[in-house]
């Protein structure tokens, strides 16, 4: 049986601005059925990889294709059954949200009558579908973008930040949705996003990248793997100080946590070794178990970020902001003759307003 090609596949993929490298050499591929996450600090490239996607950005270099199909050999079957948004997504604001998904499924030859309400339902909005969009909150707007990406069924949905402006609530219901559409239907779903809580909690995979490069991929489950050398330890009364690292030659590190519980270093997978060395030297352990990463913590160890270098945006603060060159996104989207993508419904925005944010083709 032959093997179905991954549903979306950059190879050796880069894009110089000037002097600037924004992507270098980034190869990764999206298997299909998979929700995967595109991470990486603020620069990395993450946003001018995802406008290549739709030929709004053209790569200096490298190969990009969709379903096997390569998106500068034959664009209009490799963007056949994919579903894009990039930035926030724009609408007639004037017109409710039933009309907008109505007039965007004019636009496509593929989209069934009944698919608008299953689709208003499943994005929650069915009750609201009357409304105008004018006086839909971010979140709502978000979900509307949405849903216009779902449109003719795709088979690949590719997001950028689609929980921007939301609360945690509407995060984690969007978020629950698109696991659902993976799950259930077999959509493939690759999404860029600033909240390594939801990526972990959400993704079956994730690409980071890191000044254009890919610096890990793979299974959430595997990249965040236990540390194995590293030991949480809960005490009741004393905890060891740093003074125990110099009497053990097996202990490298010893870090306070919170007033009863330490993390300690080995320098072997060994801690049935130490719960009896820190029993033998008087301390009483409650609990000890080896350290399970966050997302958040192997992202930083892996950009050589600090904490305190961290943007904000990679945190949830940042998600509630919105970002600048939205329309200038869309209106583009059109022009490279998107099907199931965010389409420039609000013409009223100058794109002169937004020069020098990107090149578009
Ligand atoms: P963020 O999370 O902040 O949106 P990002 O990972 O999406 O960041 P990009 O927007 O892709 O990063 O930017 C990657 C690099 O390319 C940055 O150094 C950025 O300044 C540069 N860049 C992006 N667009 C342009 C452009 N049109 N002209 C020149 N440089 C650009």
């Known amino acids: 049986m032959m093997e179905s090609p991954p549903a979306l596949a950059l190879e050796d993929v880069s894009k110089r601005f000037g002097r600037i490298q924004a992507v270098d050499h980034l190869s990764l591929q999206v298997e299909p059925g998979h929700l995967a996450g595109f991470l990486g600090p603020n620069g990395a490239g993450k946003s001018t990889t995802l406008y290549m996607i739709p030929r709004l950005v053209r790569p ?70 009357h409304d105008r969009v004018r006086v839909y909150s971010t979140g709502m707007k978000q979900r509307l973008g949405i849903g216009r990406a779902l449109l003719g069924r795709p088979r690949l949905l590719i997001l950028d930040e689609p929980t ?28 860029s996003s600033h909240l390594m809580s939801e990526i972990e909690e959400f993704c079956d995979t994730v690409f980071v990248i890191n000044r254009g490069h890919l610096v890990a991929s793979g299974s959430v489950k595997e990249l965040l793997k236990p540390h194995e050398r590293i030991v949480r330890v809960t005490f009741q009364g004393k905890v060891p100080g740093r003074d125990f690292i110099s009497r053990h030659e097996q202990i490298r590190n010893v870090e306070s946590v919170t007033a009863d519980t330490v993390e300690i270093t080995l320098a072997q997978d060994d801690s049935a070794w130490l719960n009896q060395c820190l029993q033998q030297a008087g301390f009483r352990v409650s609990a000890i178990a080896p350290k399970q990463k966050t997302l ?66």
């Open 296 to 361: 958040k913590e192997f992202f930083l160890s892996i950009t050589g970020l600090r904490h305190a270098e961290m943007s904000p945006s990679i945190d949830r603060a940042s998600s509630m902001q919105t970002r600048s060159g939205a329309s200038q996104g869309q209106a583009s989207a059109t022009q490279a003759g998107l099907r199931h993508a965010e389409v420039p419904l609000k013409m009223d925005q100058a794109p002169a307003a937004h020069t020098g944010d990107k090149p578009y083709e």
């Open 60 to 129: 200096t270099n490298g190969r990009i294709s969709l379903f096997g199909v390569d998106i500068w050999k034959d664009y209009k079957k490799a963007i056949s059954s994919v579903g894009i948004t990039v930035e926030t997504p724009a609408f007639y604001e004037y017109l409710s949200g039933r009309k907008n998904l109505e007039l965007a499924a004019r636009l496509l030859d593929n989209v069934f009558p009944h698919e608008i309400d299953e689709i208003l339902e499943r994005i929650g909005l069915a009750e609201r579908q």
């Open 164 to 191: 921007n402006g939301m609360d945690p609530e509407g995060t984690h219901e969007v978020l629950s949705f698109l696991r659902e559409k993976v799950s259930n239907d077999g959509l493939t779903i690759f999404i």
